[in-house]
């Protein structure tokens, strides 16, 4: 089955879109707080991880709308990561998606509070999905706990504050970005797995596929803040340069990270067919993902 | 039974300081942030809130064994709370319990993402705490969420901070503090009895308990700020007063408050004594947190 990928994400992009409007506003809070999460919540991109869930959802035959829930709440805590990395102890970033953050729109003391409200609230949504049974519910929390904790995420952005003023080899800054940005996409897969029943033969294959997407995508970033279009992109281009971070471009050259990426791309992609799946659609978001401008 | 409650709450506490400890030691993450969290795990003091969880489950015969894993991540994220409330944006308090605070010893960036860690290890560890079945694990998670987000401990918080400049009515101080420390104390007491199973028809003379506990907890905290030992409490004494906070004796004067305290300790005893119980160590806890002196 072919498929369009660009109006395919859009379709998605929209169901989560307005289930992420709908719970925030739902919550029962200080106005303030409340509408810092909604601010940042609403500023939201390309919903990628909420996409490839129930992307893989789809893929196996089960019904999307188990993931819409689940889907959000992850878009939730990816959300207040952002919120809490562009803090001015952390990256110090004004803007964000052609935006002012949230501690310059709302002040320090709001921004983490959001952020902070945002992360558990992610977990509140998720335990509260419909159509999950316990024991789902209890592997997918498991799965995002580890994935956003000082094991995943959280250890590879304090991780990667440590190494902003050292010269990284290149299995140091994968390993960064395995934790960083990789383990909330591999979790975007697996959640997609556990929720559509796939069998435990086949989810090592999605796992590899996810991992390697994970730093196809981190390098794609990468390329993009050295080469993008400044319009397109909503931040200024050669930012990670002038913070002295270590990036992919910055380590093996733009021809080296290129070829990097390739290499993972089509780690992926072979990845991906040793599986049976009704259709191509995680192949052609991975497509996206590599030749994306923004 | 009449048991001595200091030596009771010292055995309990023993046991999550040990369990605490351990729980940290084996999260494979960043030295720093490791030590950071491990920091502010170490300094924390009575362990009020592990040791009424534990109190509850032993008091309706269940094994308080099964209530180590879930009160030491309650204790993560209370320890959590703390840290993010001492930042510079925040509260900006320098020392606690007589040691620098976790942004002073490890700076402000370190210390938020330790909180980000404890906050999100809290999930995990209560999602992986053995002997509990699924469907109590998705109660717990449910409630812990739903008491520590933005309708709970955050929303609290943030409400604290705007009501920074007013002068509020003890209405408004009241609805601000049950959320704020109010709701985490609650979740220890229904954490005990989701884990004991105790019946539908008994909780809520326990929620009432908690309920009215906090309340004077709370204005116990606000009078040891007004009238305690600097050398004990480890922290300068009139502090709240200095920050131009509201607290109960600020708006009801020192006898107000203690009158106050009275009342709101009276009904969580008559409320506690609505429940047939094989002991009485709820009602010591209670004569504990009015009479405590740190």
Redesign the interface.
């Known amino acids: 089955m072919m498929v369009d990928v660009l109006s395919y994400m859009n379709k998605y992009k929209l169901l989560i879109d307005d289930k992420l409007t709908e719970l925030i506003q739902s ?4 106005p ?3 509408e810092a ?1 909604m601010y940042s919540v609403k500023a939201g991109g390309k919903r990628l991880r909420p996409v490839l869930m129930l992307a893989v959802i789809e893929s196996f035959g089960a019904d999307p709308a188990l993931g819409v829930i689940p889907g959000s709440a992850l878009e939730m805590l990816h959300t207040y990561s952002l919120i ?1 990395d562009d ?1 001015p ?2 990256d110090n970033d004004d803007l964000r998606r052609g935006m002012p953050t949230s501690h310059k729109k709302f ?4 921004a ?2 959001a ?3 945002l ?3 992610a ?2 949504c998720l ?2 999905a419909p159509g999950l ?3 789902q ?2 592997e997918l ?2 799965k995002l ?2 994935a ?4 995943g995420m ?2 590879g ?3 990667d ?2 190494a902003e003023e050292k010269t990284l080899k290149i299995e140091e800054l994968e390993h960064i970005h395995l934790r960083k940005t990789g383990r909330l996409l591999e979790y975007a897969v697996e959640a997609g797995a556990i929720i559509a029943n796939v069998n435990e033969d086949t989810r090592p294959y999605l796992m590899d596929y996810a991992r390697h997407l994970g730093v196809a995508f981190q390098i794609k970033d990468d390329l993009l803040d050295i080469e993008g279009d400044e319009a397109v992109l909503g931040k200024p281009v050669g930012s990670d340069n002038e913070q002295g971070k270590n990036t992919y471009p910055s380590i093996l050259g733009a021809e080296g990270a290129k070829e990097h990426l390739r290499r993972h791309f089509q780690m992926a992609i072979s990845s991906l067919r040793k599986v049976n799946m009704g259709n191509d659609i995680l192949e052609q978001l991975a497509h996206f993902i590599v030749e994306r401008n923004h």
Chains 1, 2 share one sequence.
């Open positions: 919550i029962e809070t200080t303030k707080l409340k999460m809490h803090l102890a952390m002040g320090e003391a709001t983490i509070l952020g902070d409200g992360l558990t609230q977990f509140e335990v509260n049974t316990d024991s519910k209890v929390l498991h706990a580890s956003a904790g000082p094991e959280v250890g952005q304090s991780d504050l440590e």
